[in-house]
């Protein structure tokens, strides 16, 4: 899985915006990293991972599996090591020594923020559809129609998926410029959407 946050640190480290990313290296409206035919990550060179310093919250757990319930209190499983798999497996140390050095406090914290804004979206649009008003429910969401079997979805699952576009319109639209760094513009764009939400509720 790739959130915004992801995608935006991925394009950064890459020099593309995350318009081209998504349409390059992701499948299902941007949800989800490519894979080849055999069955390779589109970032997966003979050389390691193209985005290794910016990989998603789920390469940064492996072999760990990470899982919240509906209090938010988390969980963690030990993927079995798959016979080809070139990576160290060992049981020396704590989850927490292991989540410290992959890095994954601020991935998880971003994920939870965007989490919170989707989750708010959707009720938002379960009540817009209550009341009759014409709204758009975003594919994939409870209440989609089923996409079709053989269709794989190559544009982004809302326009907020492209942080590159939705902040350039949002600058635009507040004349202000586009925050460069990665943190600075996920904290912008978190704020744009929350303001997004805000006037849907109004």
Same mark, same amino acid.
């Given at each position: 899985?790739?959130?915004?946050? /992801? ?38 060179? /003979?050389?390691?991972? +193209? ?11 492996y072999?760990?599996? +990470? ?18 798999? #070139? ?14 050095? #992959? ?44 996409? /079709?079997p ?7 699952l809302?326009?907020? #998926? ?12 507040k ?6 760094a990665?943190? /600075? ?8 959407m ?9």
């Amino acid at each position: 899985m790739a959130g915004p946050h /992801e995608v935006l640190g991925m394009s950064r480290l890459l020099g593309i915006t995350t318009t081209e990313l998504l349409a390059r290296y992701t499948d299902n409206g941007g949800t989800t990293l490519r894979f080849g035919a055999d069955g390779r990550c589109a970032f997966l060179t /003979e050389a390691g991972c +193209r985005v290794h310093p910016r990989r998603p919250l789920v390469c940064r757990l492996y072999p760990l599996g +990470r899982a919240t319930d509906s209090r938010g209190d988390e969980g963690f499983a030990l993927f079995p090591k798959p016979d080809d798999c #070139q990576g160290e497996w060992g049981t020396e140390g704590t989850i927490a020594d292991f989540l410290g050095s #992959q890095g994954v406090e601020p991935y998880i914290a971003w994920s939870v923020r965007y989490g919170e804004l989707y989750r708010r979206m959707l009720g938002i649009l379960e009540r817009m559809d209550v009341q009759g008003k014409v709204v758009a429910v975003p594919a994939g969401a409870p209440g989609a129609p089923p996409p /079709e079997p053989a269709a794989v979805r190559t544009e982004p699952l809302s326009p907020w #998926q492209d942080v590159d576009a939705s902040l350039s319109e949002y600058c635009a639209a507040k004349g202000i410029a586009v925050p460069s760094a990665v943190e /600075e513009a996920i904290d912008l764009h978190l704020a744009a959407m929350r303001e997004w939400l805000d006037g849907l509720e109004e």
